[in-house]
């Protein structure tokens, strides 16, 4: 059985400096023509990549130098868009294990809660000063404490926010969230039954 | 102390308090379409778990069904894919599918309104981020990912937390030619795009009491391009008369005691909300957007803003979307031309938005430009068959509208719906993102179904107050 838990999350960090990242470019539509989740990881920011490749430049997910990274740093409005689970789990598939971030839009969050990656908020010159030293040191390693709450990155600590309900889903492992919503089936049933619609309103 | 809706609604469907510190929510209508669910479906099957309660969920097929010929099989494979595991997933576990076979499909969010399956006082949800529309009926409806799904298939229940409540009153009169689009895009516009993060939105005033239903769910179905994770309004006469009669509607005894419920779920008097704010509705222009996401809007008569003098970031927005978009700092939005005019979606895409389009061509007698491709997608069959009996098909297509089948269509890029190369679509959709109408350099504006028909018409963006 697999450890859920996730207390400390170590690797290289991924610098990626936009606000109002929204879904349809983290992982465009015609990607979600599938029945599976498999091979999203291949097309993640692919129009993005794709237009800056034409103009001669290099995104940070081709840029070689971070083609290693675990934890990607952002800015505000992280995610923003649609429901899609197809965003996370491309980011996900692609490699990364957690984000860093100003703020993130909240069905990203949830969702990424969802699948074991934790999204953490720092201040914005926090996250400034992360994203550029990782620019000039893309080998600094970054260590993000989900217990304490802290990042620490070329021996320097920052702080991390990260709500106390996700955070302890982190801790516990319990972000897995079926089999213990599971639990609760006898109370669903009986709340069921309390909740006039359920009963009498079905045809 | 008196309780807004949000915390009525919350409480009564709140099974128990998880370990983590949230809550273990019944959900009480859960609706399914072929995008999001099929693996979900394929998580409980590994997982060896059943479908808690088949008979409180519902499927449709809209995002990626074809809206030329809906004949099976689908000419493309992946789609047709998509179509049979919602097929196998429905029939294996007893769900209702609204399906094309029957010519019941429709898009999610105009199927359930339709169907009496939105109830005040309900928890709905939905894998796709624009089920916020369903709070038109005074219901917490809200986008949930595939895992969740997965959760709430299994239990019918997820792990939530408790939103803050962001009460937005809008008094006043609308002027004319002004909707509910155009309202939705203001407070968007003067909240920002993540103003709503963590907030559930009630609207209230006299605007949203003045708004039919369909009107009322344009405007909840943009709250989520606010930030809002749900939005909803207070039940009503007006509710309740929309949905006596429907098919899953209660009906006799089961009517009166529905009723009396739902008028008891309204917010309180001396409810409380986290905060409240206040806008005019004389100050509501036509809105159109602009820019690349939906807070970056003008009103028609306005302009592109300009970057000096603005913070860097505002500044850098301002620049990235005017280079993609084509649009110069400063630029009138007014005379903008188009390439194509797209009348559908679950944001405009019921029988009150094209009977704002019909009345308009009828009034002018217009006629889509010769340099414009127009196309109307009514959101289900049933409003497909209600602008039928009403000969208003003919109108659109004597008017140079090319007339679909119902489906998501052009909204996003998941049908062969989509524009090519870098065209300039006017659109009654809710996203501008870069890329978001199917072709990695399309431009979208979008606006209000009669912003979008005066558009097709004049070949450019036109200001309805004119007409």
Known sequence: MADLTRTCITGYGLPLKDNDVDTDRIIPARY??????????????????????????????????????????????FGCGSSREHAPQAIMRWGIEAIIGESFAEIFFGNCLMIGIPCVTAKDTEIAALQELLEAKPDAEVCLNIEAQTILADRKYYTAGIPSGARSQFLEGTWDSTAELLEGATLVAAKAKSLSYFCGYIK | MGKNLYSKVFDAHVVRTL???????????????????????????????????????????????????QSRPFADHVAEEMMQHLERNARRYGIRFFSPDKGENGIVHVVGPERGLTQPGMTICCGDSHTSTHGA???????IGTSQIRDVLATQTLSMG??????????????????????????????????????????????CASFNMEERMTLCNMSIEGGARCGYINPDQKTFDYLKGREFAPTGAAWDC???????????SDATWDDV????????????????????????????????????????????ACSYMGLKENEAILGRKIDVAFIGSCTNGRLTDFAEAVACIQKHNLKVNKSVHALAVPGSVSVRDQLVERGWDKVLAAAGFDFREPGCSMCLAMNPDKLVGNQVCASTSNRNFKGRQGSPSGRTHLMSPVMVTLAAAHGCIVDARDF
């Open chain 2, 162 to 207: 408790r939103l803050k409540v962001r009460k937005i009153v809008i008094n006043g009169q609308l002027n004319r030619a002004v909707g509910a689009k155009d309202v939705a895009l203001y407070i968007i516009n003067k909240l920002g795009v993540n103003g709503g993060v963590g907030y559930a939105y009630e609207f209230s005033g006299d605007v």
């Open chain 1, 32 to 77: 979600l023509m599938t029945v599976v989740f498999d091979g999203l990881g291949d097309h993640v920011f692919e129009d993005d990549r794709r237009q800056l490749t034409h103009e001669g430049k290099c995104h940070p997910f081709d840029d070689p130098r971070f083609r290693k990274a675990k934890i990607l740093v952002v800015n505000k409005n």
């Open chain 2, 19 to 69: 370990p983590s510190g949230q809550y273990q929510i019944l959900i009480g209508l859960h609706l399914i379409h072929e995008v999001t669910s099929p693996q979900a479906f394929e998580m409980i099957a590994d997982r060896k778990l059943n479908v808690a309660f088949p008979g409180r969920t519902f499927a449709t097929v809209d995002h990626i069904i074809p809206t030329s010929s």
């Open chain 2, 137 to 143: 009926f005074g219901a917490l409806a809200f986008g």
């Open chain 2, 277 to 320: 704010v206040a806008f005019n509705a004389k100050d509501i222009e036509p809105m159109v957007t602009w820019g690349i996401n939906p807070g970056q809007s003008v009103n028609v008569n306005g302009k592109v803003p300009v970057a000096a003098g603005l913070p860097q970031e505002a500044a850098k927005a301002i620049l990235d």
């Open chain 2, 258 to 268: 529905a009723v009396r419920d739902w008028a008891a779920i309204c917010s309180d």
